[in-house]
């Protein structure tokens, strides 16, 4: 279930989010220490869905200015209301807290528990002293600081949901994400998301419709895989918008989420046993390529790794930016014999270079501010070498943009002088939000061949899912959920 707080600073607030709330939430949390001057009795009335009530102090979390006695009060009121749920933290003084574990006809009670700096080594003792006390639904949040923190507390929600258990357990923060997908398919309760960007209630909360619609978990699974992608930063991936897609389309109840990753190798011999396939975003290509089992020949020539695939037990490593790209490219032209010319020196570049010069194209890379990097590049691929300042002096066929100059922010910059543009020259941009980027806008006008960034994204992203599943994938469906995003 996907529970939406209501974290309106004033009643008519609180009234919009909780109509707004009624779309995508399965159950609706009162916040009622965030809302000023609250009326108890019109916020029950205006939800049609169960509502939880929660007046939270400062020590736990909470906006609550007044005393114990006060905040108490207004859960008392929740009770003699008829709210469906009414939590209460377990750090209430014994002498408050025992009312409010017994029995009540219409509400039930949430036993909860908070830790806002870390998560416990072990979570077990915790769950066990709580589940010796007489509420019916226990509720354990902590803060990860590490990803790894993720699996304790999926492991504790194993262990609830073998013991019939009514157990809410979640992380908090940037590193406790997977959780907040993931508990509800581990056993939990519910899991929290906000109504919007800017609503959260804590730390971490996503939004309750990509929990519910791209996610999807609500859907009763028997049983599921974990993919992923990892890297450094990871926020800007749009990874888990297609493969969940994907997924979906085939009826599969397989997910796909994103690990933060800081330690390549600590996070791999961690999850090596949760998850069953990974894509791999930068910095993390060149640091995993040992860990593996095995790495594909052309991954190894490249000497990156974009896709990590279990493989009768063994660990496989794939590079599908090179073929993805190549696709693209051959949708509109052959690249036998063309003067080929990459913007860029890095990852990307080297990738698609290997597959340009693998179907014998004469190829030009460029460089910027780092030459010594160009030439090791230059080398490497065994090609020429230029400054970006003397790309439009050099006869072009096709022009790949393999930098991330032009992407979202920085919208209005382009790593190509529009005069040097020739008609019927082919432009390929990598970067794919936006989806026409400056540089494609202005070879349209001057007559060029334009290919968006999104069919490498597409084409690569595709391959991968091919490599996980076995299955053909719904590139259609893919590219769709892509473009929902970036129009």
Not at 302 to 312: F, Y
């Amino acid at each position: 279930m996907i529970c939406v707080p209501i974290v309106g600073a004033s009643m008519s607030k609180a009234l919009e989010q909780i109509s707004a709330a009624e779309k995508v939430a399965d159950i609706i949390e009162l916040r009622l220490d965030l809302i000023d001057s609250f009326n108890l009795k019109v916020l029950l009335k205006a939800a049609t869905k169960p509502v939880i009530v929660t007046n939270r102090s400062k020590l736990d979390g909470g906006q609550f200015k007044g005393n114990d006695e006060e905040r108490l009060q207004a859960l008392r009121d929740a009770l003699a209301a008829g709210a469906n749920y009414v939590d209460i933290e377990v750090s209430t003084p014994r002498e408050y807290l025992q009312p409010f574990l017994e029995s009540y006809e219409t509400s039930r009670i949430i036993l909860s528990y908070h830790e806002f700096s870390n998560t416990p080594d072990d979570l077990n003792p915790l769950y066990e002293t709580m589940s010796a006390l007489p509420g019916e639904i226990l509720k354990i949040v902590t803060y990860a600081r590490d990803l790894s923190d993720n699996l304790k507390m999926l492991q504790l929600l194993e262990r609830a949901k073998k013991e019939n258990k009514k157990l809410i357990g979640l992380c908090m923060g940037d590193m406790g994400e997977i959780s907040r997908v993931l508990s509800p398919l581990y056993g939990g309760f519910l899991t929290f998301g906000s109504l919007e960007t800017g609503q959260e209630s804590a730390p971490g909360q996503i939004p309750a419709n990509s929990l519910k619609d791209i996610y999807r978990v609500n859907n009763k699974r028997k049983d599921f895989k974990v993919y992923g992608v990892i890297g450094n930063p990871i926020s800007k991936s749009m990874g888990y918008l297609i493969h969940n897609r994907a997924f979906r389309e085939i009826n599969s109840d397989d997910i796909y989420v994103s690990f933060l990753v800081e330690n390549v190798e600590k996070f791999f011999i961690t999850f090596k046993d949760f998850f069953s396939g990974l894509s791999v975003t930068m910095p993390a290509k060149e640091k995993i390529m040992p860990l593996l089992d095995n790495v594909d020949s052309t991954a190894r020539s490249i000497g990156a790794v974009n896709t990590v695939v279990q493989e009768e037990g063994r660990w496989v490593g794939y590079n599908t930016d090179c073929s993805g790209a190549i696709a693209a490219l051959e949708t509109y032209t052959s690249l036998k014999n063309k003067n080929v010319l990459i913007i860029g020196s890095g990852g990307t570049a080297k990738a698609i270079g290997y597959g340009v010069k693998e179907k014998d194209a004469r190829l030009t890379v460029t460089y910027n501010r780092n030459k010594e990097r160009g030439e090791t590049l230059a080398q490497e691929l065994g090609c020429k070498l230029v400054h970006c300042r003397d790309a439009g002096t050099r006869s072009i066929d096709i022009l790949i943009n393999c930098s991330p100059v032009g992407m979202n922010p920085n919208i209005h910059e382009t790593p190509f002088l529009a005069r040097d543009f020739k008609e019927g020259m082919v432009v390929f941009d990598s970067v794919y939000n936006p989806l026409e980027t400056r540089l494609l806008r202005e070879a349209k006008a001057a007559g060029c061949t334009v290919i968006s960034g999104s069919e490498l994204f597409i084409n690569q992203a595709a391959k991968q899912f091919e490599l996980w599943t076995g299955k053909v994938a719904p590139i259609d469906a893919m590219r769709q959920a892509l473009m929902e995003k970036l129009t």
